[in-house]
């Protein structure tokens, strides 16, 4: 069965702060999603949400950019920020840059991974949704898990995965995009993608097959914005078991935290933590930055699940392990690492502070 699978997301308001969603503004997408399931438009749905952002998780049959689904996620945000301004919510309606709906998302503000898809026998599928950091989060793990054997050890011994994945790269400032062959093209891939905050990968394939593997949403706020409107905290679905890598092999990456930036008002690196769900409250100089993971089995398009993954003891040590990154980066202070280089933080006085010392500054 040819099914597409969307995740569309936004951050609608904060509560308390950037912390984390308020239920009212939940309940209120749930509300969305019920009419839209009855007439058919999606098979199913899951609503839910890491820190600020508001998930919305569907399958329907209308292909991936379908105008209808996206203007399903478009209202329901709409509605969803209306909530949020009653309740005066922190930063409500900040990730909707526009003030009417032309036919797509991409674009105005909410971040989206879609896939279409032939529904296997058993459709395993995790997806991966993170708060206070930026779209090239993905690519780090999305490496490992598709062509590093000391990870995924199925490219070493599973004959369906042996034949390795290609990646499609995209330049997000330039709006070119590349694909790369695994293995025999990491070198010159790791060129690009070891640079996050330019490069992201977009979607990763089985080459034997050509079959979609993980598609992530790309979108950079302030790119489209052209000015810090808010972090993208993006998602990202992966498909996995059988010719794709096992569960735990998707997951493996998430055991030792890399650091990501994001943090503090954009402009901070910080270690991406794995979370319950209910745990993806990003309260500590507003983080540390946050990943949760749903896992789900398609069935006909329903969504049967989801279990929490990162709701597992076997992720404690990856938490300490992040609370140990984000201690020793913390007492940077103000300084790098810690704090972005010039050029990538999202708040800065530097035009204003410059002009006012300028004629301080002496030739040397
Ligand atoms: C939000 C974030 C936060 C905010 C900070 C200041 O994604 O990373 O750290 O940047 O709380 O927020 P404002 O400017 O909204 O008061
Ligand atoms: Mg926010
Ligand atoms: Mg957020």
Known sequence: MKLTLSVIKADIGGYVGHSSSHPEVLEKAEKCMVPAKKKGLLIDYHVTRCGDDLQLIMTHQKGEDSSEIHELGWETFIDCANVAKKLKLHGAGQDLLSDAFSGNVRGMGPGVAEMEINERDAETIIIFMADKTASGAWNLPLYKVFADPFNTIGLVIAGNLHG???????????????????PE????????????????????????????????????????????????????????????????????????????????????????????????????????????????????????????????????????????????????????????????????????????????????
């Open 164 to 182: 390795g994945f290609s990646f499609e790269v995209h330049d997000v400032k330039e709006s070119k995009k590349i694909v790369f062959n695994a």
């Open 185 to 364: 093209e990491i070198y010159d891939m790791l060129v690009f993608i070891g640079a996050p905050s330019r490069f992201c990968v977009k979607n990763v394939y089985h080459r034997e097959s050509g079959e979609i593997a993980a598609a992530s949403s790309t979108q950079k706020l302030a790119l489209i914005a052209g000015r810090y409107v808010g972090k993208d905290d993006p998602v990202c679905i992966v498909r996995a078991q059988g010719r794709f890598p096992a569960v735990g092999e998707v997951l493996e990456p998430f055991a030792h935290p890399h650091i990501v930036e994001g943090w503090m008002r954009g402009s901070h690196n910080g270690p991406l933590m794995p979370v319950a769900v209910r745990e993806s409250n990003p309260t500590r100089f507003d983080g540390p930055p946050r990943v949760i993971a749903a896992g789900f089995q398609l069935a006909e398009g329903k969504l049967v699940g989801p279990v929490d993954m990162f709701d597992d003891p076997a992720f404690d040590n990856a938490r300490q392990e992040a609370l140990d990154i984000a201690d020793i980066l913390r007492r940077h202070g103000p300084f790098e690492p810690h704090r972005l280089p010039l050029d990538e933080m999202e708040y800065t006085t530097m035009p204003q502070v410059m002009k006012k010392l300028k004629s301080r500054f002496k030739k040397i």
